[in-house]
């Protein structure tokens, strides 16, 4: 288990140095987004108004409070993934380099990470306190009428630790656990 | 016997109390799913479960330090109410006050708001909607107090909820397999270590019902009855001996509890719930005594 901090954005060289079972800390910048944001995006096809190129995309809706018109952090944390599965080839297709979130993501997003050489970073869901902290700044938003769930960009100083829950070389740490579950859970006697 | 009709002013009372209670639920843990998840994390042998726990536990004390919310998910604002048969407490009066506090808590603190319309997915801003938030009824004989519960029913486990009409001869031993293939199908989705809250028997709704009002039983608190309780203890084992651990990333603590409730049911029917409540298990707890005095708590 080797850990990893690294700055944004993202190259190839260091995706490749990411295992399966590695923790990752960021600095830099990671965009915010989840279900609503994705569906206009790839869905409506609107044009995305940010350059994803080389960057961490974290699935999460903000609680925020308005300060003059700027929006301040309450509660940023994150949400499960695999809702936004059918996503996965879209954000690689902008360049994104690491989705990050809760859950992990399915099977064929695992060859899509690969093929892309992208990974998934797998955050302990539910600790918003922390990951509040880390966060310096909501530096940009857009599409505000979809509140909470508009495309965020934020300013993070050693956001994480992050755990490497899918690699680039194939392994998916959530789907090879819960399949060893779900077969001692299946041959368990009461 | 008194029986002291509440005056207006109570109501008012209660409303800023409502909303005072969601936001400490949202940032302060109960004690016994703190003592929980301590003593998961001193069992754990499994290096990744242990960084998971690790982590959550720091989450908890920066939440307590800084005063912020342990989740951002602020729920589905879920009340069970107790009435007691003497508070003299007007419903209808009480279910505003609570609509009241919750959009008050939202909009003044400020909280997220995750509530949408299903339809058009429009978010009123102020964790209200249509029939939202949910509060649920129950009538006590001999209590002249009001009980209220709110549970801020995080989405990551609430999407994990499963329910089936088994039929009888699936037994009980039906009813435990149900629960195990669900929980341990759940995977990392939920958040574990979760709380499973298990519904049995009554018809499919009083049976999902129950297995909500199963999930705000204190952490670890056995069910009245011994059999249901050594079922308790069965599907916890079994759920654990899974491996499926913190986050679903392996460990020896998937579930920090089960908790049962059951009623009766049909003699053609063996309807059995899963709701699971995630390791952030917050909840708070508002006692109006009749002679007006409030206390907050669990
Ligand atoms: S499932 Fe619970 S802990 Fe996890 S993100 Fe949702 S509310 Fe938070």
Known sequence: MTEHCVTTPLTDDVIMTFRAGDTVTITGHIFGLRDATLIRMFDQKAPIPADLSGSVCLHTAPGIKMVGNHYVKVSIGTTTSTRMNRFTMGLMEQGVKAIAGKGGLLEDSTQILAERHAVYLGLVGGTAASETMQIESIEEVWWPDLLPECLWKFRVRNFGPLIVGIDAYGTNLYLQNKSRAVERARTFCF | ?298
């Open chain 2, 1 to 298: 016997m008194t029986n002291n009709t509440w005056s207006t002013d109570r109501y008012d009372t209660v409303a800023d109390a409502i909303a005072k209670l969601y936001v400490k639920a949202l940032k302060d843990m109960p004690p016994d799913v703190r003592d929980a998840l301590t003593k998961a994390e001193q069992r754990e042998t499994v290096k990744m479960g242990r960084t998971v726990l690790s982590t959550i536990q720091q989450n908890i004390a920066v939440a307590d330090q800084q005063n912020l919310l342990i989740c951002q998910d602020t729920g589905t604002p879920v009340y069970f109410i107790e009435v007691g048969e003497r508070s003299g407490v007007n419903p209808v009066q009480l279910e505003r006050a609570i609509r009241h506090g919750t959009v008050q808590a939202t909009v003044t603190h400020p909280l997220r708001s995750s509530v949408v319309s299903p339809i058009t997915r429009i978010n009123n801003q102020n964790n209200t909607g249509y029939r939202v938030p949910v509060i649920h009824w129950e009538f006590v004989p001999d209590r002249d107090d009001v009980q209220v519960v709110i549970v801020p029913k995080g989405s990551g486990s609430e999407n994990m909820t499963y329910f089936r009409m088994l039929l009888p001869a699936d037994g009980v031993q039906g009813i435990k397999r149900f629960v195990l293939d669900s929980v341990v199908g759940s995977g990392g989705n939920p958040c574990p270590p979760v709380i499973v809250g298990v519904g049995i028997g009554g018809s499919s709704d009083l049976c999902m019902l129950l297995a909500k009002k199963a999930i705000i039983r204190p952490c670890g608190q056995p069910n009245p009855s011994p059999e249901v309780a050594g079922l308790e203890n069965e599907l916890l084992e079994a759920i654990n001996a899974s491996g499926l651990g913190p986050m679903g990333l392996g460990g020896l603590t998937t579930a920090l509890a089960v908790h049962v409730e059951y009623a009766a049911t049909h003699i053609s029917q063996n309807p059995v719930a899963v709701n699971i409540q995630c390791w952030a298990a917050r909840r708070g707890r508002l006692t109006v005594k009749n002679d007006g005095d409030i206390t907050i708590g669990f």
